[in-house]
Nanobody, 122 residues
Framework: QLQASGGGLVQAGGSLTLSCAAS????????MGWFRQAPGKGREFVAA????????SYADSVKGRFTVSRDIAKNTVTLRMISLEPEDTAVYYC?????????????????WGQGTVVTVSS
């Protein structure tokens, strides 16, 4: 099971760091991803990291502001978010993808955390 944490309320221009940890058995994952879902909207891709190489990809809307990283020893993934905007307000989910084929589609991710709420006030 994946557990995301670190969400909260922040003013526009502020920063937050989200963490995702696997509890229980090891989650087989080629990729770890972050997705978000704003009220009334679908779940959208934010960032992904390939577990073996550390290579990353980002949605255009967060490039230059968000950074995804992983700690192999701790089996955790972190999403560092700076210059937050009200449009970043959403529930943020971490997810794991077991197959090695890259994807930024939520339906290709096998394991999901419960989500953590990020609220950015203007």
């Amino acid at each position: 099971q994946l557990q995301a944490s670190g969400g909260g309320l922040v003013q526009a221009g502020g920063s937050l760091t989200l963490s995702c940890a696997a509890s229980g058995r090891t989650i087989p994952s080629a990729y770890m991803g972050w997705f978000r879902q704003a009220p009334g909207k679908g779940r959208e891709f934010v960032a992904a990291i390939r577990w073996s190489s550390g290579s990353t990809s980002y949605a255009d809307s967060v490039k230059g502001r968000f950074t995804v990283s992983r700690d192999i020893a701790k089996n955790t993934v972190t999403l560092r978010m700076i210059s937050l905007e009200p449009e970043d307000t959403a529930v943020y989910y971490c997810a794991a993808k077991s197959s090695a084929h890259y994807s930024n589609s939520a339906r290709d991710y096998n394991y999901w955390g419960q989500g953590t709420v990020v609220t950015v006030s203007s």
